[in-house]
């Protein structure tokens, strides 16, 4: 897996060609390439080929090692090709009855078929200092791998069950629909149908006392039909899992109502029931994981601390924001250096170099900030410091300066 070059080719919605024909043509137009910038997505109408710039939107490239952002293709690399489209209808509600005379419909899950242009750029917007995202994708990789060999279960065990866990805002629900979107991509030569399911844990507590065990075994029987089709991968999404999942000693002691460990109880039988399917994975957050049950952690097969970006997550985070200013406009067109040319030249300050320390250096004024808090910054800086229609970079950098330190101090007000 860590040699192989993924190539992912997003085909026009429109287009009536067939992947084989799309695979050839792209392999047609790389083949003219010497080296491929791995942080540059090949836009279609910007290709040699016609075919391309007719049915292709665009042409992107992932490694899981992250050596150099520049690969050659005379190096003897792997190439996977996958070609999709990204799907545009708007995301379904999902409901089911609550109470024995079905009187009351509730809202338990939104479901969305993928890939969906909901989710476009989000895998590539969330930036991690450890191989998070790849690890994850090696993760589901080897639970398809296991599946298809019929690996007895009852002799090597996994639950097919992801926990994500951390303090809010640092980007754990993004993740999770992030992953199922670039696994709707990555295997769609293995299966023909993508879905993403996001239960609304709260809509599952009823009025009716002793009736939300029962919700949640309904809900589970709605997400079993989905399963019966083994050509269907299902991600289900629980986010802020701690309130399904609450510990039940709580309940023991007295502190949380008995209804709360039937609820418990329903979801850990449920799970049980569903890890039989070989086409589900169970993503799920939690922004308090003390108040998680036991039992249900134990059934995590990974369970990964998610926590606030690193001075070098933040500054790639804060790039690719002015990256996305400067494609708008709104910031005029100078360089910001990736970390790695810095590093590479021991971040000597020069008229090349300056902006981009620069932003280094609002980097490390930034660590503490959550990633949601991060991506307000360049918004806030222009709102509340510029208002004007277009900025250059250091007016910009200025702002963002101005725009950090008010978050900071309206945090620490926040604490009083």
């Known amino acids: 897996m860590s040699h192989v070059l993924h190539i992912e080719v997003c085909q026009r919605i429109d287009s009536l060609l067939s992947v084989e024909e799309i695979n050839k043509e792209v392999q047609d137009e790389l083949r003219m390439l010497n080296t491929l910038d791995l942080c540059s997505p090949i836009i279609g109408k910007h290709c040699s080929n016609n075919v391309l710039r007719d049915h292709v939107e665009s042409i992107s490239f992932y490694r899981s090692i992250n050596e150099s952002t520049n690969v050659s293709l005379n190096d003897g690399i792997e190439l996977a090709l996958h070609v999709y489209r990204l799907q545009e209808e708007e995301p379904a509600m999902e409901t089911i009855c609550d109470g024995d005379n079905n009187s009351d419909e509730l809202p338990v899950a939104t479901h969305w078929v993928l890939p969906s242009l909901d989710f476009k750029g ?14 994850l994708l090696s993760f589901v990789e080897t639970t398809i791998l296991f599946s298809d060999r019929q690996i007895d279960a009852n002799i090597i065990s996994w639950n097919r069950v992801v926990l994500l866990h951390g303090p809010p805002g640092t980007g754990k629900t993004s993740l ?12 769609n030569d293995r299966y023909s149908h993508f879905a993403l399911v996001e239960i609304n844990s709260h809509s599952l507590f009823s009025k009716w006392f002793s009736e939300s065990g029962k919700l949640v075994m309904k809900m589970f029987g709605e997400l079993k039909q989905l399963l019966e089709n083994p050509d269907a991968l299902v991600c289900v999404l629980i986010d802020e899992v701690e309130s399904l999942a609450h510990a039940r000693k709580s309940s023991v002691s007295g502190t949380e109502p008995s209804d709360s460990i039937r609820v418990v109880n329903a979801l850990l039988t449920q799970l049980d029931h569903i890890k039989r399917y070989q086409n589900v994975l169970i993503l799920t957050t939690s922004n308090v994981t003390e108040a ?4 249900f952690v134990d059934r995590a097969d990974i369970k990964q601390y998610i926590g606030h970006p690193s001075e070098i997550a933040i500054y790639k985070i804060y790039q690719s924001c002015i990256k996305e200013l400067t494609k708008a406009q709104i910031i005029e067109n100078e ?22 320390l620069r932003l280094l250096e609002l980097s490390r004024e930034s660590v503490g900030l959550s990633g949601r808090a991060l991506r307000k910054i360049p918004f806030l800086a222009h709102s509340l410091y510029l ?16 725009a950090v330190t008010k978050h900071k101090e309206d945090a620490m007000e926040q604490t009083y």
């Open 122 to 135: 989000l895998w590539e917007s969330l930036y991690y200092d450890s191989d998070i995202k790849e690890n």
């Open 335 to 356: 360089d910001i250096l990736d970390i790695s040319h810095l590093k590479a030249n021991g971040y000597e300050e020069n008229s090349t170099t300056r902006h981009s």
């Open 292 to 295: 998680i049950d036991l039992a």
């Open 176 to 187: 999770c629909k992030a992953l199922a979107q670039k696994l709707a991509i990555r295997f």
């Open 387 to 402: 208002r004007t229609k277009t900025a250059n970079l250091s007016q910009f950098l200025r702002a963002m300066h101005l």
